[in-house]
């Protein structure tokens, strides 16, 4: 007798943040890497950055400012509080109001708020104190003016990874591989993790063209609508198929001090811890129906 993995339920236990389309992608390929012979398999892991994702995140953040704002810049006035911006000694210009503390710290009321204030009031006369806190950053190059943009991810999170079951006297050959959900061909061009070993991007049908995927990386496809995930008699994932192959990717690792063993271990780390808090708090998936 079959079992299969009910979709529906599946789909009412989603976290609210994540789009159906995501989520269906994220489990195919939970399941996809059970598949192909891993035993440990965790979602939303962190550590999976490479350094060409961390390259191609710096160069997201530059931001040309142009139009109004740069007239203003070039009047030594900071754009977004109308404040003067100074040189520092690294070249860059900050807005004097970076002196003035945030009302705000960790979530909190900052203690020192008022007696910084004051302080930066006194230090700078064009500075009042109706001023706010300011952190903005600029630089010139070329003769164009940049900041940077606030991000709070570096996308250093990957939606599944796994490795087969490993001997634990032969880690650094153990193959990381791991899987980046895309509901968008918008989400795909925002970047993805290619830190694990062979990496794979899986979307609905249709939606990422080919011949864009890196070098290295894989393309999965879902068909949302003909998706159905077999667990007995073994698992198979109907509505799936593998458009390109991944190969081993060679670019460096971002976390350089890491040894192959300990990323390993780090995974296995992640997955035991999430298994104990979903065991606690309520298993991720639902009972799987016959």
Not at 7 to 36: D, M, R, T, V
């Amino acid at each position: 007798m079959s079992k299969k993995v009910n979709i529906e339920k599946l789909i009412k236990n989603k976290p609210g943040n994540e789009s159906k389309e995501h989520y269906l992608c994220k489990i195919a390929g939970f399941f996809y890497l059970y598949q192909q012979g891993c035993r440990i398999i965790g979602t939303e892991l962190s550590g999976f950055m490479s350094q060409a994702d961390y390259d191609r995140w710096v160069d997201r953040q530059n931001i040309e400012v142009t139009g109004k704002r740069r007239k203003k810049l070039e009047n030594g006035i900071c754009p977004f509080c109308d404040n003067k911006i100074e040189k520092k000694e690294w070249g860059n210009y900050k807005c004097i109001a970076y002196e003035i503390p945030k009302k705000k710290k960790y979530g909190v009321k900052n203690r020192y708020y008022e007696r910084g204030k004051s302080m930066a009031v006194k230090k700078y006369d064009s500075l009042s104190i109706d001023d706010e806190h300011c952190d903005k950053e600029y630089w010139k190059k070329d003769g164009k003016w940049y900041r940077r943009r606030k991000s709070n991810s570096r996308n250093q999170i990957i939606d599944c990874a796994g490795i087969k079951r490993p001997k634990y006297n032969r880690l650094d050959e153990v193959k990381i591989r791991g899987i980046e959900a895309k509901a968008s061909y918008n989400d795909f061009k925002s970047g993805f993790c290619t830190g694990a070993d062979i990496t794979y991007v899986i979307a609905p049908e249709g939606i990422i063209p080919k011949e864009e995927i890196p070098k290295y990386i894989g393309l999965l496809e879902v068909n949302i609508e003909e998706l159905e995930i077999i667990v007995k008699p073994e698992v198979h994932t109907k509505g799936l198929s593998v458009k390109k192959r991944a190969t081993t990717n060679e670019t460096q690792h971002f976390y350089k001090s890491y040894s192959k063993k300990d990323r390993v271990l780090f995974l296995i780390e992640k997955v035991a811890r999430r298994n104990t808090m979903d065991k606690i708090f309520g298993d991720y998936y639902p009972k799987q129906e016959e």
